[in-house]
């Protein structure tokens, strides 16, 4: 499984950001997605993620009522829709896949890694 990630981009503090990931290859066998960041300094932490037969969705507390990820199953893809962006939003944002079904979603249970988008918010 290959994962392409865009969408990335310099947004205002209050603005809008929509990141895609297309996923190709062995997306047949694909449990769910989702999205993780890193920003400078920190270690890289769970964002969002969405499994892909039902839909269902995950957030980190800290993006809830903010972001919103969906998928496209038909065109397998996934995407981040960022509202309300704040500062603390500043960081690489990695598009991940994973096989097995599990309720976790760290670093350790995703399968497959895109390369990061750079989200960079200022004040």
């Known amino acids: 499984v290959q994962l392409q990630a865009s969408g990335g981009g310099l947004v205002q503090a209050g603005g809008s950001l929509r990141l895609s990931c297309a996923a190709s290859g062995r997306t047949f066998s694909i449990y769910g997605m989702g999205w993780f960041r890193q920003a400078p300094g920190k270690e890289r932490e769970f964002v969002a993620a969405?499994?892909?037969?039902?839909?269902?969705?995950y957030y980190a507390d800290s993006v809830k009522g903010r972001f919103t990820i969906s998928r496209d199953n038909a065109k397998n893809t996934v995407s981040l829709q960022m509202n309300s962006l704040k500062p603390e939003d500043t960081a690489i944002y990695y598009c991940?896949?994973?096989?097995?079904?599990?309720?976790?979603?760290?670093?350790?249970?995703?399968?497959?890694w895109g390369k990061g988008t750079l989200v960079t918010v200022s004040s």
């Open positions: 991940a896949a994973r096989l097995v079904h599990n309720s976790r979603w760290t670093d350790n249970d995703m399968d497959y």
């Open positions: 969405i499994s892909k037969s039902r839909g269902i969705t």
